[in-house]
């Protein structure tokens, strides 16, 4: 089984914001810390960008309608029961050990409300962008780092709310926002299937790029991967030292 491992550089012009959130009594966003000098882009946020990503790519309705729609015929899920053993493994955890046998499904036991589940399953355990961002039931194909920026410049910018619906006239309300001033942020990613949809989310993020954290109405956040200054490595057996290669040759 092979793996491929990446380090990857994103270039910001306008930095960025991970929440964070808001403390009581005070009217500032924040961004996460950790200790006095260090910021952090949780593994989360990344995760939830390059999946938005590799949503756009795939652009498929089924996809955004959350695999509720379309039926799937038991013999077909049957198929797929009895040629792989992960598969019938969830289906049991999710579904139940009365209905998925070891003969395949229990048509007896099988009532309207299992058979939408299964469906569901079945569906999301063939889509691209479960099987490498993982969904309720299952585990993806992508694990990532947090990100953490040493000695970051933290400025705090004002901005003005005005309640438009307000009788008595606009009527603003001042808040303050942090932003973390770097022009560079790194993060290490293992991908172990999927790399089609990968690469072309790479790809988008390289022409295109994307917004992480808050306030991306505002412009905030928004990041073009570098891919003079990344790398990867495919590795095909787990004991060898990964060697690193210029991403520009992954994605030409
Ligand atoms: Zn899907």
Redesign the pocket.
Known sequence: MSIQVFRLNFRLRTGFRVGGGQEVGDNVLRQLRIGADEVMIPASSWKGMFRRVSEII?N?E???E??SKKEVDVKTINTLLKSDEKFRRIAISEIGKDVITQNGINVDKLDSGSLTDLMKLY??YN????RLYG?NYFAGGITISDSVIRDSRIMERIHVTIERKSKKGSEGHLFGEEIVDTEKIEVRVIVRNEFELWKNTLKFLKEIGYFIGGSKSRGIGYIVLDEKESEYAVINNVIETPKFTELREYLS
């Open positions: 795939f498929s089924e996809h955004f959350g695999h569906n999301e889509c691209p962008i479960e969904s």
